[in-house]
């Protein structure tokens, strides 16, 4: 089979096509009549507010948004919100939210996952759904454990955890979502933090706005099974090490007064942290996310602890333009469909009554 | 020269060879012409699962059987009348097959030491012709040099000696065209457009089948043509189509029916991917297909699709099936249209991926956790496959439900004369989508039901006023939300269970064959079993005896008139290619003593052995002795 030229319009908003509300609307608005059930300091409650806030000022028509969900704590989160919403099945979400994106461009399609439901059980749909770049904003709530069934170690526990399941601590290997998300060739790419009001908005506002599959990590804490797991990057005393932030077209350091930075590392064509007054200010790394080249976004990546976490990359890792799969699908079928002449009817006769026809008298 | 010209009411003939030997395209166009000759026929197709099994082996061989005749027919045949066999592999892998008598032709080109040895034979049994004791020797044998001739007719084409020789299956097919006065235009038509861009191929096949057909005409080798006159049909336009295009179009003339898109979510598999294939090509129609992942991601990506406001399907056979059934059950909790097409195969596990089978009733059936009841529906023949697209997806919209739609591999590539329906003649489909609602409208309740069908609304997003979230926990009667409560859940396991019960209110009686109306037998079947049984029913008759045959489309819910039906005889026998499935669920549903026949051969039951089993059942319910030789020759006898 030969490729040939989808000759595919120019690129668009994330949210483009989707009806935009008459008025100015409010958090209430978002905010479903059912009690919200999550344990008492739970991470959740935080993002929830976030997106109920943040909801309005995207400024869509209510009903033109539609959140899926598939099986955990964090996927309880549909129905928290008055809008459009399916509470799914483990992992499938991602497949759901492709179908409804497909079928449909005037929806602004949201998939709440987690750690367990996208990574583990949801592995599959996670990759294929970054690769074919559905039009869609992924939340990947990543509290490092599992939570709903109680506390077994999940795809994102560090080796070694002792949890219900591993009284002898985990042997399993944990996965890095931004490493994973950016090998599936995912064209945006970010990691924010469930207490950063500030900077979750301003990532789920460059997330919607993003026309593809954006997919955002929210590290999560779960108070009642890992406890503290995020400590290193929320407390007042060590986040400015903890923290790498990462901001398109500045340069990447750290630290107390910014003492360290991101370098390149000529030995292994990695990055590497230095300290700024060893190097100099000109040699740092300056964060290129619009990079098409997602080599070093990969390797920026690489800087998250595996084990326990004492430092992250946080921001927006990678974020390019590339064609939906959607737009391209919908662009075929609306191509052929002006292509046809006459009615459906006349031409379902043809369809059918073609071939090598005879006729009895 | 004049040759002698015999008449025959029937002939069954089948093409085998090597899977490179190009059987399949063989048959079709013999198909075709016999279509358009005006036969009626049915045609078998059976080939390997590997796409190119060792050469000239017997796992490599790849048969097409076709039967056509000058009256009603409703098998593809128990015996080959002939048999064309390229190889000896495919003479030796369809011999037992043959009746006494049966015409033979072989290409002699391929019997050599090597391939005979890889047939198993220890001596060439065309040399052993005319002698006692040949195992070839209750047959009309042609030994011919098919391959040997094809090179020579296309010589001057240049072609390099092994693309001369993939001519052969065009050479046989003219000296069967020529002993069956097939018309040969339409075959030169085809060849020349699917050989368009490569001159030299086209020609040299073109020339292979005229010469197939010229020295059919000139050898003495054959010295009698047949002839099978047309076959009296009700009026209409025909055409000859396989169950999976005639699947693909009832999808297609569903979404036109019901003014929705169609969105099918597949992921490939044998022998359901040319539905997905065939949908692929209908942009036009607004048919959007997305060929997932997985088959997880297809049926969920359909789902998606349904809760969109499209006419959802996924395509798949029964593996995928194992693969779907979560979400079928979402499907069911969220009460969504969804038709899911099992294009049935033997099983378990990968078991026969090409061969036939109906084995996956009960998994449609049960197959799913919790009480999750989905309607079946199931076509009976190739050109059924339309209609019962269309009434899978009537009872998708209508009653807000996953529907399973099964076909099996015999019905998927077999193929039939199907009279095209008329636009008119066509249901149509009402989606009937939830109205917004204003800000000062009661709120929006997405249980609610409608009194009659008991379907809860479709409340598609971007509708105004009537957000609301679905899923997968049990909701509460009338409001949706989450409800735990234990009266609630027995009250909505029950509604969704009397929902599927009450499609039977909205299905015609059943057609119950019996014309005598003194049959104390009555064999009744579903899906592709409805050819085999039909003949079966047909030669118990022939022979002076009363049998009844009732055929089921829907399988779930049992229409409401089966329990009485099936009351009013004393024997009841359900053939079916498994272990017993269909006779499982009357026997529990109607306490009848129901009788299994049942096959898992991986290829459809035979009229012969049905009609045995018939007559032994009309022995037992009557007192007699059954004798099945038709009554005509009985009397002749006397």
């Given at each position: 089979?030969?490729?040939?030229?989808?000759?595919?319009?120019?690129?668009?908003?994330?949210?483009?096509?989707?009806?935009?509300?008459?008025?100015?609307?409010?958090?209430?608005?978002?905010?479903?009549?059912?009690?919200?059930?999550?344990?008492?300091?739970?991470?959740?409650?935080?993002?929830?507010?976030?997106?109920?806030?943040?909801?309005?000022?995207?400024?869509?028509?209510?009903?033109?948004?539609?959140?899926?969900?598939?099986?955990?704590?964090?996927?309880?989160?549909?129905?928290?919100?008055?809008?459009?919403?399916?509470?799914?099945?483990?992992?499938?979400?991602?497949?759901?939210?492709?179908?409804?994106?497909?079928?449909?461009?005037?929806?602004?399609?949201?998939?709440?996952?987690?750690?367990?439901?996208?990574?583990?059980?949801?592995?599959?749909?996670?990759?294929?759904?970054?690769?074919?770049?559905?039009?869609?904003?992924?939340?990947?709530?990543?509290?490092?454990?599992?939570?709903?069934?109680?506390?077994?170690?999940?795809?994102?526990?560090?080796?070694?955890?002792?949890?219900?399941?591993?009284?002898?601590?985990?042997?399993?290997?944990?996965?890095?979502?931004?490493?994973?998300?950016?090998?599936?060739?995912?064209?945006?790419?970010?990691?924010?933090?469930?207490?950063?009001?500030?900077?979750?908005?301003?990532?789920?506002?460059?997330?919607?706005?993003?026309?593809?599959?954006?997919?955002?990590?929210?590290?999560?804490?779960?108070?009642?099974?890992?406890?503290?797991?995020?400590?290193?990057?929320?407390?007042?005393?060590?986040?400015?090490?903890?923290?790498?932030?990462?901001?398109?077209?500045?340069?990447?350091?750290?630290?107390?007064?910014?003492?360290?930075?991101?370098?390149?590392?000529?030995?292994?064509?990695?990055?590497?942290?230095?300290?700024?007054?060893?190097?100099?200010?000109?040699?740092?790394?300056?964060?290129?996310?619009?990079?098409?080249?997602?080599?070093?976004?990969?390797?920026?990546?690489?800087l998250t602890d595996a084990g326990v976490l004492h430092q992250a990359p946080i921001g927006i890792f990678r974020q390019v333009e590339r064609p939906t799969y959607d737009d391209q699908a919908r662009a075929q079928v609306a191509s052929a469909t002006s292509a046809a002449s006459g009615d459906a009817r006349e031409r379902l006769a043809g369809l059918i009554g073609g071939g090598d026809t005879w006729t009895v008298v | 020269m004049s040759k002698q010209v015999k008449q025959l009411d029937r002939v069954i003939i089948r093409f085998a060879g090597d899977s490179g030997d190009g059987m399949q395209l063989t048959g079709d166009r013999f198909t075709q012409e016999s279509a358009v000759f005006g036969n009626d026929l049915v045609t078998l197709p059976n080939f390997p699962a590997e796409i190119r099994a060792p050469q000239g082996t017997i796992p490599?061989?790849?048969?097409?059987?076709?039967?056509?005749?000058?009256?009603?027919?409703?098998?593809?045949?128990?015996?080959?009348?002939?048999?064309?066999?390229?190889?000896?592999?495919?003479?030796?892998?369809?011999?037992?097959?043959?009746?006494?008598?049966?015409?033979?032709?072989?290409?002699?080109?391929?019997?050599?030491?090597?391939?005979?040895?890889?047939?198993?034979?220890?001596?060439?049994?065309?040399?052993?012709?005319?002698?006692?004791?040949?195992?070839?020797?209750?047959?009309?044998?042609?030994?011919?040099?098919?391959?040997?001739?094809?090179?020579?007719?296309?010589?001057?084409?240049?072609?390099?000696?092994?693309?001369?020789?993939?001519?052969?299956?065009?050479?046989?097919?003219?000296?069967?065209?020529?002993?069956?006065?097939?018309?040969?235009?339409?075959?030169?038509?085809?060849?020349?457009?699917?050989?368009?861009?490569?001159?030299?191929?086209?020609?040299?096949?073109?020339?292979?089948?005229?010469?197939?057909?010229?020295?059919?005409?000139?050898?003495?080798?054959?010295?009698?043509?047949?002839?099978?006159?047309?076959?009296?049909?009700?009026?209409?336009?025909?055409?000859?189509?396989?169950?999976?295009?005639?699947?693909?179009?009832?999808?297609?003339?569903?979404?036109?029916?019901?003014?929705?898109?169609?969105?099918?979510?597949?992921?490939?598999?044998?022998?359901?991917?040319?539905?997905?294939?065939?949908?692929?090509?209908?942009?036009?129609?607004?048919?959007?297909?997305?060929?997932?992942?997985?088959?997880?991601?297809?049926?969920?990506?359909?789902?998606?699709?349904?809760?969109?406001?499209?006419?959802?399907?996924?395509?798949?056979?029964?593996?995928?099936?194992?693969?779907k059934s979560e979400t079928i059950g979402l499907a069911v909790m969220t009460e969504l249209p969804l038709v899911i097409v099992n294009v049935q195969r033997g099983g378990p596990s990968t078991g026969l991926p090409t061969k036939t089978e109906q084995a996956d009733l009960l998994q449609a059936m049960f197959g799913r956790n919790g009480e999750a009841p989905v309607p079946v529906v199931a076509p009976q023949s190739p050109g059924d496959c339309f209609d019962a697209a269309l009434e899978a997806a009537r009872i998708a919209v209508t009653y807000r439900t996953p529907v399973f739609l099964l076909s099996d591999g015999y019905l998927a590539n077999g193929s039939e004369p199907w009279r095209i329906p008329e636009l008119s003649e066509l249901p149509v489909i009402e989606p009937g989508f939830a109205a917004p609602r204003e800000q000062d409208d009661?709120?929006?309740?997405?249980?609610?039901?409608?009194?009659?069908?008991?379907?809860?609304?479709?409340?598609?997003?971007?509708?105004?006023?009537?957000?609301?979230?679905?899923?997968?926990?049990?909701?509460?009667?009338?409001?949706?939300?989450?409800?735990?409560?234990?009266?609630?859940?027995?009250?909505?396991?029950?509604?969704?269970?009397?929902?599927?019960?009450?499609?039977?209110?909205?299905?015609?009686?059943?057609?119950?064959?019996?014309?005598?109306?003194?049959?104390?037998?009555?064999?009744?079947?579903?899906?592709?079993?409805?050819?085999?049984?039909?003949?079966?029913?047909?030669?118990?008759?022939?022979?002076?005896?009363?049998?009844?045959?009732?055929?089921?489309?829907?399988?779930?819910?049992?229409?409401?008139?089966?329990?009485?039906?099936?009351?009013?005889?004393?024997?009841?026998?359900?053939?079916?290619?498994?272990?017993?499935?269909?006779?499982?669920?009357?026997?529990?549903?109607?306490?009848?003593?129901?009788?299994?026949?049942?096959?898992?051969?991986?290829?459809?039951?035979?009229?012969?052995?049905?009609?045995?089993?018939?007559?032994?059942?009309?022995?037992?319910?009557?007192?007699?002795?059954?004798?099945?030789?038709?009554?005509?020759?009985?009397?002749?006898?006397?």
């Amino acid at each position: 089979m030969t490729a040939i030229d989808l000759g595919v319009p120019g690129l668009r908003s994330g949210v483009e096509l989707v009806p935009t509300a008459d008025g100015p609307q409010s958090a209430k608005e978002y905010s479903s009549d059912q009690e919200v059930r999550w344990c008492p300091g739970c991470g959740d409650y935080a993002v929830l507010k976030a997106v109920q806030s943040f909801l309005p000022d995207l400024g869509l028509r209510r009903e033109n948004i539609v959140f899926v969900s598939g099986i955990g704590c964090s996927s309880r989160f549909p129905y928290y919100l008055d809008t459009y919403g399916m509470h799914s099945i483990h992992g499938r979400a991602p497949s759901i939210a492709t179908g409804l994106a497909t079928a449909r461009e005037d929806l602004s399609v949201w998939v709440v996952t987690g750690d367990g439901d996208a990574l583990s059980i949801g592995g599959n749909h996670l990759i294929h759904a970054l690769r074919r770049n559905v039009n869609m904003t992924i939340l990947l709530f990543n509290n490092r454990i599992y939570g709903l069934t109680k506390g077994q170690y999940s795809p994102t526990s560090e080796a070694g955890k002792i949890t219900k399941s591993t009284p002898m601590g985990s042997v399993d290997h944990p996965f890095n979502p931004i490493s994973l998300a950016l090998g599936a060739e995912g064209t945006f790419v970010a990691r924010t933090v469930d207490s950063d009001r500030k900077h979750l908005t301003s990532v789920l506002a460059a997330a919607a706005a993003h026309r593809g599959t954006s997919l955002v990590e929210i590290y999560q804490n779960c108070p009642i099974f890992n406890d503290g797991a995020f400590d290193a990057i929320k407390d007042a005393d060590t986040k400015a090490d903890a923290i790498i932030p990462l901001v398109h077209g500045e340069p990447i350091r750290f630290g107390a007064e910014g003492a360290r930075g991101l370098v390149r590392d000529q030995a292994t064509g990695g990055v590497k942290v230095v300290d700024v007054a060893d190097v100099g200010e000109s040699a740092l790394l300056v964060h290129d996310a619009h990079n098409p080249d997602p080599t070093t976004a990969f390797a920026i990546s690489r800087l998250t602890d595996a084990g326990v976490l004492h430092q992250a990359p946080i921001g927006i890792f990678r974020q390019v333009e590339r064609p939906t799969y959607d737009d391209q699908a919908r662009a075929q079928v609306a191509s052929a469909t002006s292509a046809a002449s006459g009615d459906a009817r006349e031409r379902l006769a043809g369809l059918i009554g073609g071939g090598d026809t005879w006729t009895v008298v | 020269m004049s040759k002698q010209v015999k008449q025959l009411d029937r002939v069954i003939i089948r093409f085998a060879g090597d899977s490179g030997d190009g059987m399949q395209l063989t048959g079709d166009r013999f198909t075709q012409e016999s279509a358009v000759f005006g036969n009626d026929l049915v045609t078998l197709p059976n080939f390997p699962a590997e796409i190119r099994a060792p050469q000239g082996t017997i796992p490599g061989v790849s048969s097409f059987q076709v039967h056509f005749a000058d009256h009603d027919i409703l098998t593809a045949g128990d015996a080959p009348d002939v048999l064309v066999a390229m190889n000896p592999a495919a003479l030796k892998a369809n011999l037992g097959d043959l009746p006494k008598g049966a015409t033979i032709i072989v290409d002699t080109h391929d019997f050599s030491a090597r391939n005979l040895q890889k047939a198993g034979y220890e001596a060439n049994p065309l040399d052993s012709l005319g002698d006692a004791g040949s195992i070839l020797g209750e047959f009309a044998v042609h030994p011919i040099d098919l391959t040997g001739m094809t090179v020579e007719a296309v010589k001057e084409f240049g072609l390099s000696r092994k693309d001369a020789a993939r001519a052969k299956n065009m050479f046989a097919l003219g000296l069967l065209s020529w002993m069956y006065g097939r018309p040969t235009e339409p075959t030169e038509a085809f060849l020349s457009k699917r050989f368009a861009k490569v001159p030299d191929i086209r020609d040299a096949n073109i020339t292979a089948f005229k010469s197939g057909w010229n020295f059919g005409e000139t050898t003495e080798t054959f010295a009698v043509q047949y002839e099978v006159k047309p076959a009296p049909m009700a009026p209409g336009t025909y055409r000859n189509i396989t169950g999976n295009l005639a699947l693909a179009y009832g999808l297609v003339a569903a979404g036109v029916q019901s003014e929705l898109p169609v969105f099918l979510g597949s992921y490939p598999i044998t022998p359901a991917s040319d539905i997905l294939h065939e949908l692929s090509k209908h942009k036009a129609f607004g048919v959007t297909t997305f060929q997932a992942e997985d088959e997880i991601a297809g049926i969920g990506s359909a789902l998606g699709a349904a809760f969109a406001g499209q006419l959802a399907v996924t395509t798949t056979s029964g593996p995928g099936v194992a693969l779907k059934s979560e979400t079928i059950g979402l499907a069911v909790m969220t009460e969504l249209p969804l038709v899911i097409v099992n294009v049935q195969r033997g099983g378990p596990s990968t078991g026969l991926p090409t061969k036939t089978e109906q084995a996956d009733l009960l998994q449609a059936m049960f197959g799913r956790n919790g009480e999750a009841p989905v309607p079946v529906v199931a076509p009976q023949s190739p050109g059924d496959c339309f209609d019962a697209a269309l009434e899978a997806a009537r009872i998708a919209v209508t009653y807000r439900t996953p529907v399973f739609l099964l076909s099996d591999g015999y019905l998927a590539n077999g193929s039939e004369p199907w009279r095209i329906p008329e636009l008119s003649e066509l249901p149509v489909i009402e989606p009937g989508f939830a109205a917004p609602r204003e800000q000062d409208d009661a709120a929006f309740r997405p249980y609610d039901r409608d009194p009659e069908t008991l379907a809860r609304p479709w409340a598609i997003p971007g509708t105004p006023g009537l957000e609301h979230r679905i899923g997968g926990l049990e909701k509460g009667d009338g409001h949706g939300n989450i409800s735990y409560d234990p009266a609630n859940h027995d009250l909505m396991v029950r509604t969704r269970q009397a929902k599927i019960d009450r499609i039977a209110e909205s299905l015609p009686p059943l057609v119950v064959d019996d014309p005598s109306g003194e049959a104390k037998v009555l064999v009744i079947g579903w899906g592709s079993t409805y050819g085999p049984i039909g003949a079966g029913v047909r030669r118990v008759r022939k022979a002076g005896f009363n049998v009844a045959q009732v055929h089921l489309r829907h399988l779930n819910p049992f229409p409401k008139d089966l329990g009485e039906i099936l009351k009013g005889y004393d024997k009841v026998l359900v053939p079916e290619m498994n272990l017993g499935q269909l006779s499982m669920l009357l026997r529990a549903k109607y306490l009848v003593d129901a009788q299994g026949y049942n096959q898992v051969r991986g290829l459809p039951l035979k009229a012969a052995d049905l009609a045995q089993a018939i007559g032994e059942l009309v022995a037992q319910a009557e007192g007699v002795t059954v004798d099945l030789t038709p009554a005509t020759e009985k009397e002749s006898a006397r």
